[in-house]
Nanobody
Framework: QVKLVESGGGLVQPGGSLRLSCAVD????????MAWYRQAPGKERELVAN???????TYASSVKGRFTISRDNNKDTAFLQMNSLKPEDTAVYFC??????????WGQGTQVTVSA
């Protein structure tokens, strides 16, 4: 079983920044695609950003230019740097790993609240 542990969520004022981390307990991290999703109350889970094992990243239009996804293959950890946060970014953020054979694993989620 693959274990993903998110950290770094919290309460931040509009315009502030947070950095989420996702530590993965598996030896196929470097060849897997990592992604961050979020789910706001009453809404469906949506893809925020993903990054391949070789570092190619894609972003949802709502976060492009404000969020940066990255990974450290030596530490089996993925990151989501979130800048210029808005109240509409408030959600539970989930880390996701997709293996080369398309198996998907999820973390437990971390709450991000953007409020004055």
């Amino acid at each position: 079983q693959v274990k993903l542990v998110e950290s770094g969520g919290g309460l931040v004022q509009p315009g502030g920044s947070l950095r989420l981390s996702c530590a993965v307990d598996v030896n196929l991290f470097s060849i897997s695609t990592m992604a961050w999703y979020r789910q706001a109350p009453g809404k469906e889970r949506e893809l925020v950003a993903n990054i391949t094992g070789t570092g190619t990243a894609t972003y949802a239009s709502s976060v492009k230019g404000r969020f940066t996804i990255s990974r450290d293959n030596n530490k089996d950890t993925a990151f989501l740097q979130m800048n210029s946060l808005k109240p509409e970014d408030t959600a539970v953020y989930f880390c996701n790993l997709v293996s080369p054979w398309s198996m998907s694993f999820w973390g437990q989620g971390t709450q991000v609240t953007v409020s004055a």
